[in-house]
């Protein structure tokens, strides 16, 4: 999961509340849900100012959407990756700033964990969309099966 916009958010500046949800394909009110739970962060510059999303926000706001979408994870699962690729990052920009050697090997190990847990969880859910497509296709073939039996009664 990538946290780089989209191309054509990336020329966005700050867009409304209204906005993102078009961009995103979802209502505003789930956008609000989202900061409630703490998956997502709007920009204001005062208190009661209107929500206005960057760049950044947007891109965080996809990679939810994604997560949701594409491994049908809940929205609690979904800030448990949020805080590993937030923890990656800093994991990141720590070994970037040049740490001592055995810290830098800590990092790595620690980075590798993470990056370990999250595949399992994703090869996890795809071993359960493989079986699932496994039991579609052989309903499929039933259906195949059963329709060649009446066409051969037919004639």
């Given at each position: 999961?990538?946290?780089?916009?989209?191309?054509?958010?990336?020329?966005?500046?700050?867009?409304?509340?209204?906005?993102?949800?078009?961009?995103?394909?979802?209502?505003?009110?789930?956008?609000?849900?989202?900061?409630?739970?703490?998956?997502?962060?709007?920009?204001?510059?005062?208190?009661?100012?209107?929500?206005?999303?960057?760049?950044?926000?947007?891109?965080?706001?996809?990679?939810?959407?994604?997560?949701?979408?594409?491994?049908?994870?809940?929205?609690?699962?979904?800030?448990?990756?949020l805080d590993a690729f937030d923890r990656l990052d800093a994991l990141r920009e720590e070994y970037?700033?040049?740490?001592?050697?055995?810290?830098?090997?800590?990092?790595?190990?620690?980075?590798?964990?993470?990056?370990?847990?999250?595949?399992?969880?994703?090869?996890?859910?795809?071993?359960?969309?493989?079986?699932?497509?496994?039991?579609?296709?052989?309903?499929?073939?039933?259906?195949?099966?059963?329709?060649?039996?009446?066409?051969?009664?037919?004639?």
């Amino acid at each position: 999961m990538s946290a780089e916009p989209a191309p054509d958010v990336a020329e966005l500046r700050l867009v409304s509340i209204g906005e993102a949800a078009e961009l995103l394909g979802v209502t505003p009110r789930t956008l609000r849900y989202y900061e409630e739970l703490g998956l997502a962060r709007s920009s204001r510059s005062s208190l009661g100012a209107q929500r206005r999303y960057g760049p950044a926000q947007i891109a965080r706001l996809n990679q939810v959407r994604e997560l949701q979408t594409l491994l049908g994870l809940e929205l609690d699962e979904i800030g448990e990756h949020l805080d590993a690729f937030d923890r990656l990052d800093a994991l990141r920009e720590e070994y970037r700033s040049g740490p001592p050697p055995e810290r830098r090997d800590e990092i790595l190990s620690e980075g590798l964990a993470i990056i370990d847990r999250l595949q399992a969880r994703v090869h996890e859910r795809q071993a359960r969309l493989d079986a699932f497509a496994a039991e579609l296709e052989a309903r499929a073939e039933r259906y195949r099966a059963a329709g060649r039996a009446v066409a051969l009664r037919q004639s």
